[in-house]
């Protein structure tokens, strides 16, 4: 795959995450997992960006760690969500 597919590939799990957080309830436990949701997905593309324009294989490394650690914890929340049951049911 290349970088560029890649960097389209976090962008629509990017969008696709914003929507399920737009969904969240407002309770305090759906602001609390909808921004870290939030926070942890949109990371994503600007994170790999930046490791796709490094100067150095550390750098490299460096940020593509940070990709793939935002992304188990973005799944992570993102398996709470349902069983906490804060989706609507038409999702």
């Known amino acids: 795959m290349t970088s560029a597919k890649l960097l389209h590939r976090?962008?629509?799990?990017r969008a696709r995450g914003g929507r399920v957080v737009n969904s969240v309830p407002d309770t305090r436990?759906?602001?609390h997992v909808a921004g870290q949701r939030v926070r942890c997905s949109t990371s994503l593309p600007p994170?790999?960006?930046?490791?796709c324009a490094a100067e150095s294989i550390?750098?490299?490394?460096?940020k593509l760690?940070?990709?793939?650690k935002e992304r188990v914890d973005s799944n992570v929340w993102?398996?709470?969500i349902?069983?906490?049951?804060?989706?609507?049911?038409q999702l």
Not at 10 to 13: E, R, Y
Not at 47 to 51: K, L, Q, T
């Open 10 to 13: 976090l962008l629509d799990f």
């Open 29 to 31: 436990l759906g602001r």
């Open 47 to 51: 994170n790999y960006a930046d490791g």
């Open 58 to 62: 550390d750098d490299i490394i460096c």
């Open 65 to 68: 760690s940070i990709v793939l």
């Open 78 to 80: 993102r398996r709470f």
């Open 82 to 89: 349902v069983p906490a049951k804060l989706l609507p049911d």
